[in-house]
């Protein structure tokens, strides 16, 4: 979403781009410490492929999972790593906000080998 923010001028400059680029970098690191903490390290750390994606999702799932609230709630699309953002908070014309299609119809969410995986590293912790 930072690269969708910056091309609607969300940012007004590049150095507040980069700037968010460094925070979201920050975050990434304190998560991977988290999981760590919780025995859910990835080894090595995830890099940017599908495969490492939904390994780090899977662990995610798991370290939310292990929270003692009595909900938990989880994004379809961040289950099924979804890339395009259905909704740019801030924006009216620049970005097509809730009419973005996920890839898959909903009839197909139950058999998804994605969302069964997700659901199965939540049910280990709950």
Do not use: C
């Amino acid at each position: 979403d930072v690269a969708l923010r910056a091309d609607t001028g969300m940012f007004g400059s590049s150095e507040a781009a980069d700037r968010e680029i460094q925070f979201r970098e920050a975050e990434r690191t304190a998560l991977i410490a988290a999981l760590a903490d919780q025995k859910l390290t990835l080894k090595p750390p995830p890099a940017e492929t599908p495969t490492a994606m939904n390994a780090l999702t899977l662990s995610v799932l798991r370290y939310a999972a292990r929270a003692p609230s009595a909900l938990l709630m989880v994004n379809t699309g961040d289950m099924l790593m979804e890339t395009t953002q259905i909704n740019l908070p801030g924006t009216v014309n620049e970005h097509p906000n809730w009419r973005q299609r996920m890839t898959i119809s909903a009839t197909e969410l139950a058999d998804h080998p994605l969302i069964r995986a997700g659901a199965a590293e939540i049910r280990k912790e709950r």
